[in-house]
T-cell receptor, first 109, second 111 residues
Framework: EDQVTQSPEALRLQEGESSSLNCSYTVSGLRGLFWYRQDPGKGPEFLFTLYSAGEEKEKERLKATLTKKESFLHITAPKPEDSATYLCAVQAAGNQFYFGTGTSLTVIP | DVKVTQSSRYLVKRTGEKVFLECVQDMDHENMFWYRQDPGLGLRLIYFSYDVKMKEKGDIPEGYSVSREKKERFSLILESASTNQTSMYLC??????????FGQGTRLTVV
């Protein structure tokens, strides 16, 4: 059964305190792994796509990496505006996206 | 920019009513999806469609149906709304192996 597990469920950081969010997955025929940001009451906003192990993508203070079993979203020197829920999703052979339950990040000034 | 538009941000319906949630995308995407999102449960797939008039059940299709008569439009139908269908509903579209784009969500309350 295809599964996506994110950890931790919640994370509180001081402004400037770097950390990482984890997304582990079991899926047959991985077509891609996706990271999204979701603000309260809004739809998820796309951040990154990773297609193969060893791939990395960066955007401002965020960096996503991928291995054969998991992905990390590294947040460097976060700011309060980075506070949001971060969602991980995988796409399997049938074009469906399977989502984890997310990590709720709070960055304290 | 890809745009996925859901017809309502907030809806309040009565138990037993038939409810229609509409979603339109403007990028000619082949795939469209309906999810519901509940605290602690994440996004759960209700139905998806990979072409006009084609549909596939997701993980939680019970109590829902869908319609895709045109490529850009995907409708979710609650045949007889119940209180346990109170949730945030999210529509998304995608093409091939590329990312899915989401609408702003519809918060449905069934009373």
């Amino acid at each position: 059964e295809d599964q996506v597990t994110q950890s931790p469920e919640a994370l509180r950081l001081q402004e400037g305190e770097s950390s990482s969010l984890n997304c582990s997955y079991t899926v047959s025929g991985l077509r891609g792994l996706f990271w999204y940001r979701q603000d309260p009451g809004k739809g998820p906003e796309f951040l990154f796509t990773l297609y193969s192990a060893g791939e990395e993508k960066e955007k401002e203070r965020l960096k996503a990496t991928l291995t054969k079993k998991e992905s990390f979203l590294h947040i460097t020197a976060p700011k309060p505006e980075d506070s949001a829920t971060y969602l991980c999703a995988v796409q399997a052979a049938g074009n469906q996206f399977y989502f984890g339950t997310g990590t709720s990040l709070t960055v304290i000034p | 920019d890809v745009k996925v538009t859901q017809s309502s941000r907030y809806l309040v319906k009565r138990t037993g009513e038939k409810v229609f949630l509409e979603c339109v995308q403007d990028m000619d995407h082949e795939n469209m999806f309906w999810y519901r999102q509940d605290p602690g449960l994440g996004l759960r797939l209700i139905y998806f469609s990979y072409d006009v008039k084609m549909k596939e059940k997701g993980d939680i299709p019970e109590g829902y149906s869908v319609s895709r008569e045109k490529k850009e439009r995907f409708s979710l139908i609650l045949e007889s709304a119940s209180t346990n269908q109170t949730s945030m509903y999210l529509c998304a579209s995608s093409f091939g192996r590329y990312e899915a784009f989401f609408g702003q969500g519809t918060r449905l309350t069934v009373v």
